[in-house]
């Protein structure tokens, strides 16, 4: 929204940048000023501290790691109120970018921008400092370990921008929890969220599910239906599973993505589309970077942030508390006795390897609430599908963790008698997930 009151300053060395997003912004903003030099900070934040500063990395010609930009960023930060900071960058310097927003600036664009884009960072920004925006939440991902602060730290920083974020784990790590936790403290919280399958949508009706049909385009198109894009529109698309979408799809995603619009089957017209991609997959980057897997210039569009969430055995220290929230759930929702973990459980239970991470250790809560029968919870209550022991030897090479991970799979076929069903709900997998490592190991 247009604001005739906000002080914005422009912090760039090249004339012919600070210039042009002076003219730009001065159409909608009131007091727009430049500095060519961040020698000369000082006096002028004395004259008053801006709402917003935009803010260029590199200032000595030749230089190019960001480092100038980066202490300016701080000096800015530390101040008693200090402003919203919008990171300018070259195309190539994304890592740098996500540096500046763990740093606590607001947003990066990247030179040369595109002026709607720097318009609504603006506009975002000011908003944010105007207090309109709701506060961050990402209450319901718990986990107090480094390495779940450190994932918390980059849902806070990116959440308000609009980059496209691409979220690594493996199975039930709580990827579509942080895709969640980024839709509500971004400006889109109040829109809608909708999580898509994408290794559930079939080929065939990939377009018509995501991109919507007129009535008459197929023998089946009854009436018109919108897809998922509009559905999502204003708000957040979180396109799980993306590492399974078949190559002609990734395609027609691409396409959508470069052309911010879609044409629904059968339209004859494109309607632009305005929703942020989340995305999420359990395949590992080398295996996001083979192309035979995934297309390369689809995935750039999709990862310009990457988080990766730890699996649970890398952070071990979040074990007790998860295990402790996820008893007195089901104690509470099955009307069961508060129980305790019997002396020696908790350690087992911490050192175990846990395959299908937090969703299978909600699984095995539920699993001891209904089953254990004793004054407290043994390990054997929990119905653990490997081992306690079976924690991978540290250091171990791939080929162990497959094997174990084949192990497991079929140890659990075992008790399930075969039904994919009950078997992957042991793993804490997706039945879809589990056919495709059935299909893996050959199982
Ligand atoms: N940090 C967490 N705190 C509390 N619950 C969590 C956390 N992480 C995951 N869970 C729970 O574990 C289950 C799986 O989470 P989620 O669906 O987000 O995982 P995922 O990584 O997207 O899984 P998949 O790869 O199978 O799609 C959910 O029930 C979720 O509530």
Redesign the pocket.
């Known amino acids: 929204m247009p604001d005739s009151t906000a002080r914005i300053l422009i912090l760039d060395d090249d004339p012919d940048v600070a210039c042009a997003a002076q003219m730009l912004l001065r159409r909608r903003h009131g007091a727009v000023t430049t500095l060519d030099d961040p020698a000369r900070l000082a006096p002028a934040l004395a004259a008053g501290v801006p709402d917003v500063v935009l803010l260029d990395l590199n200032f000595t010609p030749g230089r190019v790691d960001g480092g100038e930009g980066l202490a300016v960023l701080d000096r800015l930060r530390a101040l008693a109120q200090p402003p919203a900071v919008i990171v300018l960058t070259a195309y190539a310097d994304v890592p740098l970018a996500v540096e500046a927003l763990k740093r606590g600036a607001t947003d990066f664009i990247t030179k040369p921008w595109d002026n709607a884009r720097l318009l609504a960072a603006v506009d975002a920004a000011l908003a944010r400092r105007a207090g309109s925006k709701p506060a961050a939440s990402t209450d319901?991902?718990?986990?107090d370990s480094p390495a779940?602060r450190d994932v918390k730290a980059m849902i806070a920083s990116v959440a308000p921008t609009e980059a496209n974020v691409m979220v690594l784990?493996e199975?039930?790590?709580?990827?579509?929890?942080v895709a969640r936790a980024i839709h509500a403290a971004s400006r889109r919280a109040a829109a809608t969220f909708l999580a898509v399958d994408m290794g559930a949508l079939p080929e065939a009706t990939f377009e018509s599910e995501l991109f919507g049909h007129r009535r008459g385009s197929f023998t089946d198109a009854k009436a018109d239906r919108a897809g998922r894009f509009q559905a999502a529109q204003g708000g957040t698309l979180f396109l799980?599973?993306i590492g399974n979408l078949a190559l002609g799809a990734q395609a027609k995603l691409l396409t959508v993505l470069e052309r911010r619009q879609v044409t629904p089957l059968g339209a004859d017209r494109p309607e632009p589309i305005d929703v942020r991609i989340v995305s999420?997959t359990?395949l590992d980057e080398a295996r996001m970077f083979d192309a035979a897997v995934f297309r390369t210039d689809l995935l750039f569009r999709l990862n310009t942030i990457v988080i990766r969430?730890p699996s649970l055995r890398e952070r071990q220290g979040d074990i007790p508390g998860?295990l402790h929230?996820y008893l007195s759930l089901y104690e509470q929702q099955y009307g069961r006795p508060v129980r305790e973990l019997a002396p020696g459980a908790l350690d087992r239970l911490v050192a175990y390897d846990w395959p299908g991470n937090?969703?299978a250790l909600?699984h095995a809560c539920e699993r001891a609430v209904i089953l254990g029968s004793r004054p407290d919870y043994h390990v054997d209550d929990f119905r653990l599908v490997a081992p306690a022991s079976a924690v991978a030897p540290a250091g171990g090479a791939d080929f162990k963790l497959g094997a174990l991970e084949r192990d497991t799979i079929a140890a659990a076929m075992a008790q399930a008698g075969g039904n994919i069903s009950l078997a992957a709900r042991l793993l804490g997998?997706?039945r879809a997930?589990l056919y495709r490592k059935l299909g893996k190991h050959g199982i």
């Open positions: 319901c991902l718990m986990g779940m784990g199975n039930g790590v709580g990827k579509e929890l799980d599973e999420a359990n969430v998860l929230h937090v969703r909600r997998l997706s997930a």
